[in-house]
């Protein structure tokens, strides 16, 4: 595995998806063509994730999402050693809780506030 993926990975799973995204960035240019879009589609997740949970944003959260989910169809079921099924699955049922959500104040509004 590439060293950029490595650490993009961590990022993420320590809750940096800013930084995960950039090194998503940079995992794309190393990696091998088939797995080129699978890489987008995490980086769209770490936008996604860090634009609702840094920012409150709702709408282009989903945006973001439901566009990895587009970009990992043709990955199905798996690829890469990622069970595609199974992390569409949890991003289609996230997107899902977002749009059930409130489109009133976003934690961005609650910050300027103060």
Do not use: W
């Not at 950029?4 to 940096?16: C, E, K, N, P, Y």
């Not at 996604?48 to 199905?76: P, T, Y």
């Amino acid at each position: 595995m590439d060293e950029h993926l490595r650490q993009a990975i961590a990022s993420f799973h320590r809750g940096d998806y800013f930084g995960a995204g950039e090194r998503f960035e940079l995992a794309i240019h190393a990696a091998e063509p088939q797995m080129r879009e699978v890489i987008e589609a995490f980086n769209r997740i770490a936008a996604a994730l860090h634009l609702r949970f840094q920012r409150g944003g709702r709408q282009g959260s989903i945006n973001l999402l439901s566009q990895a989910l587009l970009a990992l169809e043709d990955a199905k079921p798996a690829r890469g050693g990622v069970d595609i099924e199974r992390l569409c699955a949890d991003i289609a049922a996230f997107t899902e809780e977002l749009r059930a959500t409130s489109r009133g104040i976003t934690l961005h509004e609650v910050y300027e506030a103060d």
